[in-house]
């Protein structure tokens, strides 16, 4: 149960996320300083939906009908010098072979690359989860020793029962592969998971003192 004082600071900080830049790659980048997360998923997973919802603003990023017009990396400000930042979709996007493979090298050389980096948001349709491009993901967090929080996004698309089974088993899968990643189920439209992703990944922008 989160307390109402916390809620409320998360929920502000993350209403304050503005618009910073995008960029091809980390030469372009903003100055690699402070903490900074990166939302990651396959292109038709929900990924804009979700931070839009989170920061309360309805087109905060861009949501389109095609999937994978996400080809940038796109850099928003939340106070200081915290940052989250929305990479490209993969996967489903049907886009000619070199863009798609622009934007791997643009996503291998940030997560490797980004010094600020602390933590992952992992964006999976619940219908769809763990496809060979997140486990991709998943590899490329336990390599970096990356933080990684999993949206089990759309969840309004199952009945409830439905829904915490495919959680437990994306939990399980998790657990058998020694990867310590959190899960939770997510609804951009119902508004789901709000507060809990929030509660999440706030201490990984601002940790206790000693946990950073």
């Known amino acids: 149960m989160i307390n109402q004082p916390a809620e409320e600071a998360h929920r502000k900080l993350f209403q304050s996320i503005a618009f910073m830049t995008s960029a091809p790659d980390l030469m372009r980048a903003p100055e690699d300083s402070g903490r900074e997360i990166a939302f990651a998923g396959r292109s038709n997973a929900g990924k804009s939906s979700a931070l839009n919802v989170l920061a309360q603003q309805k ?4 949501i389109s009908k095609t999937p994978g017009r996400t080809q940038l990396l796109n850099f928003f400000s939340l106070s200081d010098d915290r940052r989250l930042v929305d990479l490209p979709g993969y996967g489903y996007a049907k886009v000619p072979e070199a863009v798609k493979a622009q934007w791997q090298n643009a996503m291998a050389e940030y997560l490797t690359g980004r010094e600020s980096l602390c933590g992952i948001v992992l964006i999976m349709d619940i219908r ?15 390599e970096g020793g990356l933080q990684l929080h999993i949206l089990l996004t759309k969840a309004d698309k199952l009945k409830y029962g439905a829904g915490r089974n495919v959680l437990l088993k994306v939990e399980k899968n998790l657990r058998d592969m020694n990867c310590a990643a959190t899960v939770q189920l997510f609804s951009a439209l119902k508004k789901t998971g709000l507060d809990q992703a929030r509660a999440t990944i706030y201490p990984w ?8």
Do not use: I, K, S
């Open 59 to 62: 087109n905060l990023a861009r």
């Open 128 to 142: 769809h989860p763990l496809t060979e491009f997140d486990w991709q993901m998943v590899d490329w967090c336990q």
């Open 205 to 212: 922008l601002y940790p206790e003192p000693g946990q950073g």
